[in-house]
């Protein structure tokens, strides 16, 4: 097969990754915080070093304010309703994925918050000054997609981040794509911030994921149940990270999402963009050779990650991915990619469109098979 969907989960996985989570899991694999044996007491250790790396890898300034989650969708959840008020204003933009507009609308449908989206504009990109024009008295936080997984493009966040510091409002930033390919640092780019995944670029297992907080923002839990410590109150503790983290750890998880930064340590964050961008290119260049076959928002490719989204004339997204796999094996992702706002605004609405995204163990010689096949099935 060739593996095509990486903006939805990298794979494969880099074997130092897998080969560390056998390893280490098969010598610390115990809860952390839940004894005071000394099994439990190295991996309560293990856990803040991983705490500590990612720290480090965003720019934060405190590693207890680093807390774990399932994923981007579940660490996002979190701070978006963590944060709100009642009668509060949030902005963010219609490039959103649904992990960020389904919370907004439940909250908004309940009549607890109001809430505006930013326009992206014919290359894919907002424009801070309508995210400054759209800040209100009562705006509690600002929330932005730092890549769209449509369209590959990379948004202007540092220009925001100044915006939201000078008018004293907190910025969360989605680093779903970003993370691992982009540096991000939350000092320079004025983030209070960062939700994280860790099975896309960040290269490690599914289910583990996160969130980095600077000094200056405050989210009150909104789940409850047991951390390990303050076992006698009725209260959730108020501590942080186990304001943040009812229940045991995924530890394996952990473990992929420090054996992740590594590798991307070892290998460089920059030669990883450098290779999924020049195959991006070049499956952009071939696109656009082709009759019948439409890319969106690719005329350039400053500011993007390896995203290529397009159409085929007379197609449906969802029969084009299909022959791909059954024809071809090549596995793409159809659809509206959990970001519909994007294919209303872009006109592909409501069948979506056929997205290709590269990953660090991709070649050249796969974007040769997949310009050959949409080729076929164009024609």
């Known amino acids: 097969m060739i593996y095509l969907d990486n903006a939805a989960t990298t794979f494969p996985k880099p074997s130092l990754v897998m080969e560390e989570m056998v390893r280490t899991y098969s010598r610390i694999g ?25 720290s480090n890898f965003f ?17 996002l959840n979190t701070i978006i309703l963590g944060l709100i008020q009642p009668g509060c204003h949030v902005v963010s933009s219609r490039l959103e994925h649904n992990s960020v507009l389904r919370p907004l609308h439940h909250l908004r449908a309940r009549g607890l918050i109001t809430f505006d989206l930013v326009r992206f504009d014919g290359n894919g990109f907002i424009d801070p000054q309508e995210v400054a024009d759209l800040i209100k008295p009562q705006t509690r936080f600002v929330i932005l997609n730092h890549v769209s997984n449509v369209l590959g493009t990379i948004q202007p966040i540092s220009e925001v981040g100044s915006i939201c510091r000078d008018r004293g409002i907190p910025l969360v930033l989605d680093a779903s794509q970003s993370a691992g390919l982009i540096p991000i640092d939350m000092q320079t780019m004025h983030l209070h911030a960062v939700a994280f995944t ?45 304001r943040l983290e009812p229940g045991t750890l995924n530890i394996m998880g952990i473990i992929g999402l420090s054996a992740g930064l590594r590798y991307i340590a070892q290998q460089g964050m920059e030669n990883i963009y450098n290779h999924e961008m020049s195959l991006t290119r070049a499956l952009r260049d071939g696109l656009a050779s082709l009759d019948r076959v439409r890319t969106y928002c690719a005329d350039t490719l400053e500011n993007h990650l390896g995203v290529l989204t397009c159409n085929a004339e007379d197609v449906d997204p969802e029969d084009f991915a299909a022959i791909l796999d059954g024809d071809f094996n090549i596995a793409t992702r159809s659809g509206l990619h959990c970001a519909p706002l994007v294919h209303e605004d872009l006109g592909t609405s409501p069948r979506g469109a056929l997205r290709f995204s590269f990953g660090p163990f991709n070649s050249l010689e796969d ?5 050959s096949a949409v080729s076929a099935v164009a024609k």
């Open 198 to 242: 860790g099975h896309k670029a960040l290269l490690g297992p599914t289910g583990i994921g996160g969130l980095v907080l600077r000094k200056g923002i405050e989210i009150q839990p909104t789940r409850f149940g047991g951390t390990g410590i303050e076992s006698r109150s009725p209260e959730h503790p108020g501590a942080y990270p186990y």
């Open 59 to 75: 720019g934060g300034d405190n590693p207890d304010r680093v807390a774990f989650a399932y994923n981007s969708t579940d660490a």
């Open 30 to 54: 115990a809860s952390p915080g839940r004894g005071s044996y000394d099994l439990a007491v190295q991996c309560e250790s293990f856990v803040h070093e991983v705490r500590q790396q990612v």
């Open 367 to 371: 974007v040769k098979a997949a310009l």
